[in-house]
């Protein structure tokens, strides 16, 4: 896991303690730790928190509660307070994926980055967002904006998240006991189906036949196979043509 | 607001109405309406779902419940299965943000796009995700990758939010009332400052003189002030200098 304890998140007098177990939940899903409270309203510890933080207890138990804001960010050297889009203040203004660059960059030269989120019912206040070097508002529906607050929390963790997240955005899955099929295996399931096909007299029609061997051939490639599942197709081609007698064994044979 | 009519989503056999709410509200949050519910364990309509929506009625009023997944995706064209991440099945995995583009890839020609999401306690099993034409996994903390489903909602359709929005990643906002000081009204600043400076003998030292005006001048520059606060800030110096007797008025004069 990404070192992360130059990042912290302070509520600023969060009302509910669920939603502080859900921040907690949100928090460690992206590998971050710090939590800040400024004067929660329904006092610290709590119970609903821990309830609500599903197994991130290492945040919750950790979380330490400050009187002021200013308390709260006085050992960091770059805070950003979340708000939704106002022209109150001159400041600069980050969308989360920006502000979680923005941060990355100061994180990376050893400086204490934070993040401010405002009560529920109100956001932040004006003297809270003086405080901060700069805003993020995250960009939504003009329509329906109200977000919960785990889940503004959850977008911008995820934002600094994904950017030391290895994953590969696109791949192909596949169980450890098979492999991609080779080209060998395709042409030698080809020339499987073509030829009972042609058995069957499917592929009769002489000056057609090349174009819908191409289609065929097209669509099977598509597919992706594994060698595993050259070998499941051969099996429904045999089976397919296979006349059955009453009493035969059944013949699915997956290895 | 984009028209998102194409992207649907699929809670297959969602538990708790209330965090059916939840995903309404994170979906009508990124402009996405169409939600389908397959056994919904408590019934539908549902109270709690309506309580937890927060204003995004316009999406659980019009969601529709299906007996199957089969039935919920019958009209789809492209369909992708959230899971953690697996090797049971030979399939294509994408990250939010790459599901995102080829959804928003494929919308774009016209196709209907669905993303499915299992129950709370356990998830899709196989036999909707091999209905599926492809995966996605949210990459979190391996230490903990226990999403709330709401959240998991929120992620990839605020991945499918972004890549239509415009805002500008970062900007420099302001009263409409002000405008950024111009380069004349920084130097008359500069001289103002540097001026009664000298009268009070802080730049006395000369060899030192233009290295000190330059830090001063840089620090200044970076605060990016608009014309507004030149003038304050010219205020404050005037104030600074004046020698106030006993009884003087106030001169707090920002106008």
Redesign the interface.
């Known amino acids: 896991?990404t070192d992360t304890s130059s990042f912290s998140v302070i509520l600023v007098e969060p009302q509910l303690g669920e939603n502080i177990g859900?921040v907690a939940?949100?928090m460690?899903?992206?590998?971050i730790r710090d939590l800040r409270l400024v004067n929660p309203r329904d006092g610290w510890p709590s119970q609903p928190a821990r309830a609500a933080c599903?197994?991130?207890g290492i945040v919750v138990e950790a979380a330490r509660v400050y009187e002021s804001t200013s308390d709260a960010i006085a050992d960091l050297n770059f805070v950003l307070a979340t708000t939704a889009?106002?022209?109150?203040?001159?400041?600069?203004?980050?969308?989360p994926?920006?502000a979680a660059k923005?941060m990355k960059g100061r994180a990376g030269t050893g400086h204490n980055i934070g993040v401010l989120y405002g009560k529920e019912s109100s956001g932040l206040d004006n003297d809270d967002i003086a405080l901060a070097d700069a805003?993020i508002?995250v960009?939504?529906?003009?329509?329906?904006?109200?977000?919960?607050l785990?889940?503004a929390v959850?977008?911008l963790s995820?934002e600094w998240?994904?950017l030391e997240?290895q994953?590969?955005?696109?791949?192909?899955?596949?169980?450890?006991d098979?492999r991609p099929a080779n080209k060998q295996e395709l042409l030698w399931l080809y020339e499987h189906l073509e030829q009972e096909l042609d058995n069957k007299g499917f592929l009769m029609v002489t000056e057609k036949r090349p174009i819908m061997i191409r289609k065929i051939r097209n669509m099977l490639a598509r597919a992706?196979?594994?060698e595993q599942?050259v070998r499941i197709y051969r099996g429904m081609i045999a089976s397919l043509v296979r006349t059955r007698r009453p009493g035969d064994p059944a013949d699915i044979s997956e290895d």
């Open positions: 896991m859900m939940r949100a460690w899903n992206c590998g599903s197994g991130a889009r106002s022209r109150d203040m001159t400041k600069p203004a980050f969308t994926e920006a923005e805003t508002t960009p939504l529906n003009p329509e329906f904006t109200s977000l919960n785990a889940q959850l977008l995820y998240f994904k997240d994953s590969v955005p696109y791949e192909l899955q596949m169980p450890d098979t992706q196979m594994t599942e």
